[in-house]
Nanobody
Framework: QVQLVESGGGLVQAGDSLRLSCAAS????????MYWVRQAPGKEREFVSA????????YYADSVKGRVTISRDNAKTAVYLQMNSLKSDDTAVYYC???????????????WGQGTQVTVSS
């Protein structure tokens, strides 16, 4: 049974940092691309970041580039998102997702977590 469990969200002030974690199980983690996707109230899901199976390739949305870093630990089957200089526009539910290839289209991701809320107050 596939599970993706996010943690690390919370209420922070603008300019603060957060580190999101996603614990994965039930699939061959080290062969999958891992993603972070977010959805703000009333808005569509938005790609945030992706990391290749081996960790050698990473991609970021323009809206977060330079402020976030994605990483993974295949031994621990976990993926992380370090977010710095948070802004109120970063307020959203953040989801961890997985796919066996790189897709920019979030509808093509095979597995999803339940999400963790990040709220940035200004």
């Amino acid at each position: 049974q596939v599970q993706l469990v996010e943690s690390g969200g919370g209420l922070v002030q603008a300019g603060d940092s957060l580190r999101l974690s996603c614990a994965a199980s039930g699939f061959t983690f080290f062969t999958y691309w891992m993603y972070w996707v977010r959805q703000a109230p009333g808005k569509e899901r938005e790609f945030v970041s992706a990391i290749s199976a081996g960790g050698g390739r990473v991609y970021y949305a323009d809206s977060v580039k330079g402020r976030v870093t994605i990483s993974r630990d295949n031994a621990k089957t976990a993926v992380y998102l370090q977010m710095n200089s948070l802004k109120s526009d970063d307020t959203a539910v953040y989801y961890c997702a997985a796919a066996d290839h790189y897709f920019s289209d979030t509808s093509r991701y095979a597995y999803w977590g339940q999400g963790t809320q990040v709220t940035v107050s200004s």
